[in-house]
């Protein structure tokens, strides 16, 4: 076990880990952080994605000691369900969701492509999410959410 | 009622269901129990229940200290600030049941949506309503029973009392707004809250109490959006998975090595000393491990050793529809059987044969299953994302060796489960490894755990035979099917037909053979074994949808080396793909159009009506298949159609693909697809076509990709790159659904129609495309160009 020491949503955090443990236990577990989810422990689905510099990464193959220090954002660090980011209110509106598991990763992994790609065309989000598991098939709500988000997040 | 004294047991709720009920100013066990004063005292003669309606639908062999089915009090309760709290054990398992509840009740009860609360399932406060599972959550709640009934009882006392109050009579009085009001002095009115006062209603439901006319609905009928949404989409939502107990620590499964493998020995020093290492478990043949944290519970896993005896191997997957065809034992049911089908078949100037294979497939949650126990002593309680709690309860007293009424299970949503997915296998996991520690424990699956043992949706074949006449009618239709089967949902009494429950020693529900298979005493189409076009006689009348007579459908199941259990349009699915795959056929070889060919041997409104819907709206273009520009170069279109009376008469739907075929890779590429859905009334127009939407496009997932794999002794599609569900990546067809409404009738349910009918439309838009037929799912690229090349 070593000292870890992990910036989230703007906080920082030193918890006693091991150095191998992936991101995503640190952040559900010892955070108790409900956003980022386990779903298969691979980087096969998406479900814990989380932002680091801006970019969509999987914390459940991610060790926490490739992590210290680095500026890491969740699911709630985007917004609330009284203030919630543009991209997550694009959601809401849309009603893209089913069971919601996936949605954590749905969002984050279209959040830093848009980011970087504010004029992307249907295409180029679909290609993007490509990774990205959802097994209520909610996908078409989910690409219209997205197409939603690029646009509010555009102004 | 009577409720078990309950003296040793702690009763812990969740902050949400505490604040529910806190909210509602009452105590909801002791408010069971019949604390709190009564004054409905006036009689109530006239709309009271027989005694024993007990949980109609899936409550028969309810427990006899959950809350009663024909109480309005185990539904409904109304708080002194004039807050409503409805109950039920129907739960939101994603696919929007909880808003809709909530609009039944606020609807009937005259309230805005806002003002009602939902417990949902959790044995110290719901009826218990069987499982939420076979699109029964709207027959169940919305039709004259239960919750539907008691919230339309409950405004009928509502104005009795304010009768009584007022000193006026019923006819003149409204419910508004939580108010009864004079419907001629607007200053003579009184609230819910003056009426009831936290008190109990104390009367019975009354299954003919007026339900609200549809054309009054103001919130019902609405699509009023999910009230999760916002929670879900800010990562603020309580899921199982998020479930924290002080003190709980994290357990972690070792499977058997193979399919029926059995522990020799466990070698525990092989773990000693590793880093929080709480205990190893064994228990018969279940294995199971638990640390301090989850990272070091996965890591004392991945290195105790143990070592199984083998399994006894498994049938080749090469040829595992020819081993089914010819398993010994069988047990054989007869659906229908007109006892002419031979000789009108021998008399038939024409006669197709076609033989159609389904695999195992899986329910695939994308997380993975978990849930969160703590048993200390004689007490337990479990966070669990079961669609049953009551039954679980059940199951788990014996897996527990406790009294059932010392168990509260309390239902937590999980990942979406389209069926027993691992929800009640992680949940009796967690249960055993607390029991061991006498601590809460958490146990979360990992994916292979969750694929490899998990009871999948029935693999099946089935042989379909029919006669044409010389005007293209169909003269006799056979259809004749094997399916593997062990386990099930465990029940109230059946821990074994899980994976958990089996290795800790409990039998799954024993195969009885049974061969041949009796003559029907009732019309069952449950399952959908009696295609839509077959006219269901049994005893002498037509209970079916169609107009063909001459009629045999039977199923032979045998014993799995898997476990199976529902998955999302159990059976349906597969009967319904080759039923209509066939219906195709026989159109073609008739050179009928499809559509015309199926409206031709209907007789029922509901299933008609829903074929000319699609038609209509995807601009059909009627002729027979195969289209006069199929080919079988290049890229060929096609267009195909598939409908449903799903379990015979639980929700319609008609389903047109519109498809590419790239005849030099095998690719199927889904371009459009329109679904035309009759579920009765409709509750809420956005849930609804978000459940049409999603079950196209699962089913269209589980048509062109989903299958289980194994060799010659474990499942071998373990993860997402050997289980293949389309990702949010793949060209995603335009969905185009069309609801007809037709609220004079009974609801129905919903979530399973559309995803029924995928598969067929598809593989008939193959051939239309191409004249091709495929007739084995997935319809993989490989196998589209087997048929290509025939």
Redesign the interface.
């Known amino acids: 076990?070593s000292a870890i020491t992990l910036k989230v949503n703007g906080s920082t955090h030193t918890l006693d880990?091991?150095p191998?443990?992936?991101l995503l236990?640190a952040l559900?577990?010892d955070l108790?952080?409900?956003?980022?989810?386990?779903?298969?422990?691979?980087g096969?689905?998406g479900?814990c994605t989380v932002l680091v510099k801006g970019q969509a990464v999987r914390s459940c193959i991610t060790p926490v000691e490739a992590m210290q220090g680095v500026e890491i954002t969740?699911?709630?660090g985007?917004?609330?369900?009284e203030k919630?980011h543009a991209i997550?209110?694009a959601?809401?509106d849309e009603?893209a969701?089913?069971?919601?598991?996936?949605?954590?990763g749905?969002?984050m992994t279209a959040k830093a492509f848009l980011d970087k790609n504010p004029k992307a065309n249907e295409k180029q989000i679909?290609?993007?999410?490509?990774?990205?598991?959802?097994?209520?098939?909610?996908?078409?709500?989910?690409?219209r959410a997205i197409g939603r988000a690029k646009q509010e997040m555009a102004r | 009622m009577k409720i078990p004294s309950q003296k040793t047991k702690k009763l812990v709720l969740t902050s949400d269901a505490q604040n529910a009920l806190t909210r509602a100013g009452f105590s909801r066990r002791s408010f069971m129990q019949g604390g709190g004063a009564l004054i409905v005292s006036f009689s109530m003669a006239g709309i009271l229940a027989p005694p024993d309606a007990r949980a109609q639908f899936g409550g028969a062999d309810a427990p006899p200290d959950s809350p009663p089915a024909n109480q309005v009090d185990s539904w409904i309760a109304i708080a002194s600030d004039g807050s409503i709290t409805a109950y039920t054990g129907k739960e939101e398992l994603g696919q929007g049941m909880s808003t809709a509840q909530i609009q039944l009740v606020a609807e009937e009860l005259c309230v805005p949506f806002h003002r009602v609360t939902l417990t949902v399932a959790d044995t110290s406060m719901t009826p218990d309503q069987g499982v939420t599972s076979g699109s029964q959550s709207h027959p169940a709640n919305f039709n004259r029973n239960n919750l539907a009934g008691a919230a339309a009882t409950a405004r009928q006392a509502l104005l009795q009392m304010a009768s009584l109050k007022l000193n006026l009579p019923v006819e003149q009085l409204a419910a508004v707004d939580g108010e009864v009001r004079s419907k001629n002095d607007a200053t003579k009115k009184i609230g819910y809250a003056e009426l009831v006062a936290g008190n109990k209603f104390n009367i019975k439901v009354n299954p003919g109490a007026a339900r609200k006319p549809a054309s009054e609905w103001t919130i019902l009928g609405k699509p009023i959006p999910r009230p999760d949404m916002p929670q879900m989409a800010t990562g603020q939502f309580e899921y199982v998975h998020n479930v924290r107990v002080p003190g709980m620590l994290h357990g972690r499964v070792v499977r058997p090595g193979a399919v029926g493998a059995t522990v020799a020995s466990v070698d525990e020093s092989s773990v000693s000393g590793m880093p929080g290492l709480v205990k190893v478990v064994v228990r018969k043949n279940f294995v199971g491990v638990i640390a301090e944290k989850p990272w070091q519970a996965i890591q004392i896993a991945e290195k105790l050793k143990v070592t199984w005896n083998p399994g006894p191997g498994l049938p080749k997957q090469e040829t595992f529809y020819e081993y089914l065809r010819n398993q010994k034992p069988t047990r054989d049911t007869m659906f229908v059987n007109s006892r002419d089908v031979d000789q009108k078949l021998a008399d038939s100037p024409v006669v197709l044969k076609a033989t159609y294979y389904h695999p195992y497939q899986m329910h695939g949650s994308v997380g993975s299953s978990c849930a969160v126990a703590n048993v200390q002593g004689d007490i337990a309680t479990v966070w669990s994302p079961t669609q049953g709690v009551w039954h679980q309860r059940g199951s788990l007293s014996l897996l527990l060796g406790l009294k059932p009424a010392n168990i509260h299970v309390i239902y937590r949503r999980g990942s979406g489960c389209y069926g027993i997915n691992g929800a009640d296998a992680v949940t009796f996991d967690a249960a055993i490894l607390s029991q061991a520690v006498g601590k809460p424990v958490r146990v979360q699956f990992s994916r292979q755990d969750e694929m490899a043992w998990e009871n999948y949706g029935f693999a099946f074949v089935m042989d379909e035979r029919a006669g044409l006449d010389a005007q293209g009618n169909i003269t006799a239709w056979d259809h004749e099917s094997w399916s593997p089967v062990l386990g099930n949902r465990p029940g109230y009494n059946k821990p074994g037909n899980v994976i958990s429950g089996l290795l800790a020693g409990f039998d799954p529900e024993e195969f009885r053979p049974r061969s041949p298979a009796p003559d029907p005493s009732a019309y069952n189409n449950n399952g959908n074994g009696v295609p839509s076009y077959m006219a269901g006689q049994v005893n002498g009348a037509a209970h079916g949808t169609g107009t063909i007579k001459s009629e045999r459908s039977m199923i032979h199941n045998t014993k799995s080396y898997f476990w199976t259990g529902p998955l999302r349009s159990p059976q349906r699915l597969q009967n319904t793909f080759a039923h209509e795959s066939f219906m195709d056929e026989l159109a073609a070889k008739a050179q009928a159009d499809p559509v015309a060919f199926r409206l031709k041997h209907l007789s029922s409104s509901r299933v008609s009506d829903v074929v000319k819907a699609a038609a209509k709206a995807a601009n059909w273009d009627a002729r027979p298949s195969p289209s006069p520009r199929a080919r079988k170069t290049g890229v060929a279109s096609g267009r195909g159609i598939s409908c449903v009376a799903y379990e015979g008469d639980n929700g319609y739907a008609a389903l047109i693909a519109e498809v590419d075929v790239d005849t030099s890779t095998g690719k199927v590429s889904v371009k459009r697809i329109v679904v035309a859905n009759d579920c009765g009334p409709i509750s809420n127009p956005d849930g609804l076509r978000n459940q049409c939407e999603g079950g196209a496009l699962q089913g269209m997932s589980r048509a062109l990709g989903e299958e289980v794999t194994w060799d010659d002794q474990n499942v071998t599609s373990i993860d997402w790159t050997t289980y293949h569900s389309l990702p949010l990546g793949f060209d995603i067809p335009k969905v185009e659904v069309v609801l007809l409404n037709r609220p004079e009738e009974e609801a129905t349910g919903a979530g399973e129609t559309a995803i029924t009918t995928v598969a067929a439309a598809i593989g008939n838009a193959i051939f239309d495309a191409t004249g091709a037929r495929i007739r084995q799912i997935p319809f993989t690229p490989e196998r589209v160009k087997a048929a290509l090349a025939t």
């Open positions: 076990m880990l091991d191998t443990t992936p236990y559900s577990d108790q952080l409900r956003g980022p989810k386990f779903g298969c422990g691979l096969q689905c479900a969740t699911l709630e985007l917004g609330t369900p919630p997550q209110k959601f809401i009603q969701a089913q069971c919601g598991f996936c949605l954590n749905v969002i679909q290609q993007a999410m490509s990774r990205v598991l959802c097994r209520c098939f909610t996908h078409t709500r989910i690409l």
